[in-house]
């Protein structure tokens, strides 16, 4: 059985059939489908279109059909064209005759709009919370880092010395937004679209803000024409997927790096490590490598969603059809990922010996600069002295913290207390701005973070 038919002489033949089949994809819908279904009798029973019993027959009758999906005992049949199909093809044989007067009023353009809202209304939360285990390791890292130090990059060079929990932080406040981002977009997934009909209506007196709060929608669409082929709520969603995947495979790609020998900073656990078939000693971070590797997925699927979208006519298209998949997958993605990356990291061994050491005295120039401004000279010019200091280390093959005084005043206006200067944790703590690497202000951070 289709849901249409009735104008046609000939069955669709069987290939384009395949194609046009969307049970494989919308059958997640499915609980989704049967409560906007549930929600539309009482909408249409209020309007007088279904008498008490027939209200009460097909409310019962899609109970059923709920707990066969929620059992995993629903069949689904060859003819079933989609889930809408379905859900309504199994009312009839478990109600009879009454069950075609369900879709009253409504179309699948509607409906199918409202159960993709209604299914990324519960994805969201569920997403929020993989992130913010993720974000919870994240703080405990950086709780357990402590007074930890390592070398801050620009451009992957030595740049300045960083506390390790300033970086486990910086991670934190990217997902932060992501969730932020996540959750924002709540309000525009919000908005039911049914009762919008094909295209232009519903010609039944339905109470569509009813409708919307039996349903938990915040608000009911404004236009029939811009509800049924909205699915900007879709792109949204499949950006801030692909954000926070970029968010993950920037984190996942300093793990690799600093898992290597040459960096060695730190250690997968074993149970978050692979193997090469060929050489016995590799211990691969696979996990972390397709984090990396899926983010560039993440951002095909919005890419290809977007490509999509584009230049359709106003309203409903086909084309529309290829929403779904996209952002389930970009919703399996990100719950695969965000647990395993969660507890790799939670077991991660940490070398802050290593870390100590890739810290040498050409991280603090900096510093050595500010000094020189503390005594009055224009950083500009400091800058330029503090610079021919690393020279005259270079050439002479010292360290900046073993070159003698006389070579330091040769160049400005050094004293004996310029060697303070090159001690790292002086120089972090007197970042102690908001949002600076200073002990106190990290400790700040996870205050902010738990709301202390
Ligand atoms: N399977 C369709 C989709 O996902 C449902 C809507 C079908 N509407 C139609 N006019 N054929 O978009």
Redesign the pocket.
Known sequence: MTLWGGRFSQKLDGLAWALNT?LSV?QRMALQDVDGSIAWATAIHKAGILTDEEHASISLGLDSVKKEFASGQFAFVPSDE?I?TAVERRLNELIGATAGKLHTGR???DQ?ATDFRLWMLQAIPELTSAFNNLQFALVEQAEQAGETLMPGYTHLQRAQPILLAHWWLSHYWALKRDVDRLNDLTKRVSVLPLGSG?LAGTPFTIDRDALAKSLGFAEVSQNSLDAVSDRDFAAEYLFVCSMSAVHLSKLAEQVVLYTTAEFGFFELSDAFSTGSSLMPQKKNPDVFELTRGKAGTLIGLLMGLMATVKGLPST?D?D??E??APVFQATDTLLSILPVKAAALRTMTINPERMRSAIDSTMMTTDLADYLVAKGVPFREAHSLAGKVVRAAGERKVRMEEMPLEMYQAIGPFEADVYQVFDPFESINKRNTVGGTSLQSVRNQIKKIKGE
Do not use: E, F, G, I
């Open positions: 969307s919308d989609d809408h179309s699948r353009n199918v094909a409903y086909k529309l059809q929403d779904k």
